[in-house]
């Protein structure tokens, strides 16, 4: 069985985060969608948030070899761990190329047994990022079209966002 390992702070989930989603889906028999904490930034969600809105999202898009976990620590431990054949990571352009070649290369390093697959993003989302959705949002920017229904409504609903 492959099981395919796609992580990301997924913070907010962004229409090119469900387009690698729907697309690694086809590749394996489960999509393990790895919320992993990012001790650097401030999130936006909890946990649990992000697992729901993930969940949502992906429901509505009818994928369902899916499941949904969060961890932290070293990525190739995990991988090891879990018996995950490959992680997925998109790449929207040369400097995403530039930055996750390394940590390839590393984690085949720390894990021999590492595979990492790089999917380009689809053109219309290549400019999409959680960062610049976050920064948007600071500004009371409308997000609309950038991130899923599911995902615009509870940030709606929240009140999150604003220069407070």
Known sequence: ?????????????TYGH???IKRASKLCDILVVGIVTNSSKEPLFSIEERK????????????????L???SGLLADYVRENNISSIVRGLRDIPDFTSEMPRAYMNKHL???????????GIEH??????AI????YFNGSIEGLVPENVLKYITEHGMGGNK
């Not at 894990?111 to 993003?121: A, I, Q, R, V």
């Open 1 to 13: 069985m492959k099981k395919f390992l796609y992580p990301g702070s997924f913070d907010p989930m």
């Open 18 to 20: 469900l387009d690698i």
């Open 52 to 67: 729901m809105l993930i969940k949502e999202a992906t429901k509505a898009a009818e994928i369902e070899n899916i499941e």
């Open 69 to 71: 976990v969060d961890f």
């Open 111 to 121: 894990y021999e047994g590492f595979e990492t697959l790089f999917l380009l993003t």
């Open 126 to 131: 290549s400019y999409l990022s959680s960062s």
């Open 134 to 137: 976050k920064e948007i949002l």
